[in-house]
């Protein structure tokens, strides 16, 4: 008899429907044979398959099993066949005696299965959700399955094993199925690693810190070791807003696919804040594999990517980050595979000015030959630097600074910051309704000429700027988003003189 | 030696015959043999057709018969099987049964392991 049971398959952010076809036949020596350009996983569901139904009480039919994966030349990869293959198996044999491809109900098994017929946490199950759309029926593991119910219009049902999903295909004992999950608004009660408040000293620091997390800007820390630039960094992810509902689906997409998303998670609300190691090669990176997973980049999608101790990173990895800092999105191109990723992150980086660390230290000695810190500076190229709308130095913090036990002069708590930010990021969002843009930072001159009206002695002092410090075209343009920026901070509709002030000081230093 | 490994082949395949028609499966044929090797029994269970390949040993000092049972002797009796059925689509299997035999050629044990898959 034959059965054909629907499944999807993930290529990347992309999911593709596969028809898992099962033929078990009367004649000829018993036996399973899996084709349809499966990968290992997948032929060694075929143990995990019949070993799962004898352990569910089961009959592995003694005949002749043929499954076939449809279509033919889509590579499937993973174990989530497994669910399909057993199902298709149990029905082919008479096991299970309701129809299961009634045509008015979209029916969608996935998840892999376990020796004894459990189901375990599968990855990309969200993504089988958002494919099934419209009033499916989704059947997946229990663990997964919150993230598959944060979609609307379909059922889904959270199998544990085998039997009892068997059980609820022929009506002896149903599987209740989770209802919606509500997407509730987080409660602003981020805990953080560090509150802004414990760094010592470092305003200017943090008032850039501000900057890129209200606009999204890429933001570049200068200094000496050990004065808090890491400590910065870390304290990023408690002053950026959490995401909205549109932005939280496209960040668990990629979680989702790369499964990273622990037991029971449905969808992510913080920012994903990313800390590479300097060790990382440029597949770790951008993302890579002969079936492309997603990078570092792709991970810190609408979130920061921190690099500590930039120039120490490899030179290819650097350069790798100049497409998506550019596109906001990365492709990947592999033999068998060809996808892409959104990458489209805040980049945070940390450097020391020069080998040894202390140049411009105001009490140690820079060891530094001329020659030396000319090739730790060539590092970084030009144009990564040029995609860096904020720099900023980070220097030796004096002692009376570290020891003083009062928190310096308007001192601020992450908290109170946060609130700043997420105003700043609702007039962003006021402004660009219809642009399809979500900050600053990723505004084209077009929408810089349309939005960044400057008055004339704003214009006459940036002007003085690029003709004193002769800048680029670029620079130009970005001198004008971080002042658009600072004047969403200051709640202010236009941007004025005292904002064009403030984003010079943020110029490229080297 | 040789001679007395054959007897007890032999020997083991009489008591296999033995074991499974007693279980109700019919004969169809004893030793049929290839340019391959030998498919020990060929026995019929309620219209299936089944290859048994009997693995007896003397004592169990050399190991137990089912450890004698190799992935390269399953693929042999396949082969063989299908030299029997020219072609024809029947519903069959392969079975193995393994006789542990005494001094006298006494069976000690008889065990039958169906539709062995490898």
């Known amino acids: 008899m034959l059965v054909k049971v629907r499944s999807v398959a993930n290529v990347g952010l992309e999911s593709f429907g596969v028809d898992v076809e099962v033929d078990v036949a009367e004649a000829g020596f018993p036996g399973l044979s899996i084709v349809g350009l499966g990968d290992k996983a997948v032929a060694e569901a075929k143990e995990r398959v019949k070993t799962a139904i004898l352990n569910s009480g089961l009959d592995f039919p003694p005949k002749k099993i043929t499954v076939n994966l449809a279509p033919a030349d889509l590579p499937k990869e993973g174990g989530s066949y497994d669910l399909p293959i057993a199902i298709g198996i149990l029905a082919a044999s008479g096991q299970i005696v309701n129809q299961l491809n009634s045509e008015s109900v979209n029916q969608i098994y996935f998840g892999e299965l376990s020796l004894d017929g459990g189901l375990r946490a599968t990855r990309g199950v969200l993504l089988v959700g958002l494919f099934a759309r419209k009033g499916g029926n989704v059947y997946v593991p229990i663990e997964s399955a919150n993230e598959a119910a944060v979609v609307d219009n379909i059922n889904v049902y959270p199998v544990r094993n085998l039997k009892e999903l068997v059980d609820h295909l022929n009506d002896i004992k149903e599987i209740k199925r989770l209802s919606n999950l509500e997407i509730r608004e987080l409660v602003d009660d981020v805990s953080v690693e560090f509150d802004l408040i414990e760094v010592a000293g470092q305003e200017l620091a943090k008032r850039a810190l501000t900057i890129a997390a209200a606009g999204g800007h890429n933001l570049l820390m200068w200094g000496p070791p050990g004065t808090g630039k890491t400590m910065l960094a870390r304290a990023m992810p408690g002053i950026l807003p959490s995401l909205s509902v549109p932005e939280a689906l496209e960040v668990t997409r990629i979680y989702s696919v790369s499964g990273m998303l622990s037991a029971g998670e449905s969808l992510l609300r913080r920012r994903p804040f990313r800390s590479p190691h300097h060790g990382i090669s440029p597949a770790g990176m951008v993302g890579g594999g002969s079936s492309p997973m997603p990078g570092e980049v792709s991970l810190a999608h609408l979130g920061v990517l921190f690099l500590d101790e930039m120039a120490e990173f490899p030179r290819t990895v650097l350069e790798s980050l100049r497409q998506p800092m550019e596109d906001g999105i990365v492709g990947i191109v592999r033999a068998t595979a060809h996808v892409s990723y959104p990458a489209s992150f805040t980049l945070l980086a940390a450097v020391n000015p020069c080998p040894c660390g202390y140049l411009g230290h105001p009490r140690r000695a820079c060891k530094c030959t001329d020659k030396m810190i000319r090739k730790y500076r060539a590092r970084i190229s030009g144009p990564i630097l040029d995609r860096i709308d904020l720099h900023v130095q980070v220097p030796a913090v004096e002692a009376d600074k570290l020891t003083s036990d009062q928190l310096s002069v308007n001192q601020l708590s992450s908290r109170v910051i946060r609130e700043k930010v997420v105003l700043a990021r609702k007039m962003q969002e006021v402004r660009f309704g219809s642009d399809g843009l979500y900050t600053n930072s990723q505004m084209h001159n077009k929408h810089v000429k349309k939005y960044c009206k400057l008055d004339g002695e704003t214009l006459r002092i940036l002007k003085l700027a690029v003709e004193k410090w002769d800048l680029s075209a670029r620079a130009y343009f970005r001198l004008i988003k971080v002042a658009r920026t600072i004047a969403d901070l200051d709640e202010s509709e236009n941007i004025g003189v005292k904002h064009m002030a403030e984003a010079l000081q943020y110029k490229q230093i080297v | ?118």
């Open chain 2, 1 to 118: 030696m040789k001679t007395e490994n054959r007897n007890v082949g032999r020997a083991g395949e009489s008591v296999a015959e033995e074991f499974l028609v007693r279980k109700g499966y019919e004969t169809v044929l004893r030793n049929f043999s290839t340019r391959f090797g030998e498919i020990d029994l060929i026995m019929n269970d309620n219209g299936v057709l089944v290859f048994v390949e009997v693995k007896a040993k003397k004592g169990l000092i050399f190991g137990s018969p089912e450890e004698m049972f190799t992935r390269g002797k399953y693929d042999k009796v396949k082969r063989m099987a299908t030299v029997y059925l020219k072609g024809r689509d029947v519903s069959c299997r392969i079975d193995m049964v393994a006789v542990v035999l005494d001094e006298l050629n006494q069976p000690v044990s008889v065990r039958h392991y169906e539709n062995v898959v490898m």
